[in-house]
């Protein structure tokens, strides 16, 4: 049985563990994003609209699903952050962000110096 928690809940194990985060550098790159030609794709605009409803009555809304794994052996940082890099840098979605009043709007980074 796998036991489902919001992400504030989440007790990472008694090992030291690596994360991945933006540079300080990021937002102010992304941020002022011109808006986007390609629309918001329909999951996108289902978990928008989504965690928006579950806002505005104070629910959490957590339509992310994450797995964790304990792996015997040491992270080669280098290696892992390539591929992260990598996947970062193959899809437009990962430097986008959305803003939603009346409609979805999505804004785009332009290219992956802005991660």
Not at 19 to 42: C, F, I, Q, Y
Request: charge should be positive; hydrophobic fraction near 35%; glycine fraction near 8%.
């Amino acid at each position: 049985m796998v036991p489902f928690r919001t992400i504030h809940d989440w007790v990472p194990g008694s090992r030291p563990g690596v994360s991945w985060d933006p540079s300080l550098a990021e937002p102010a790159k992304v941020g002022p994003a011109p808006v986007s030609g390609v629309p918001a794709g329909r999951t996108d605009i289902q978990h928008l609209r989504g965690f928006c409803e579950q806002a505005t009555r104070e629910l959490d809304y957590s339509p992310l699903r994450v797995v964790t794994y304990d792996v015997p052996g040491r992270c080669d940082i280098r290696a892992m952050s390539y591929v992260i890099n990598t996947r970062l840098h193959w899809n437009d979605i990962y430097r986008s962000w959305f803003g939603y009043t009346r409609r979805i709007v999505r804004r785009t980074g332009r290219g992956p110096p802005d991660i």
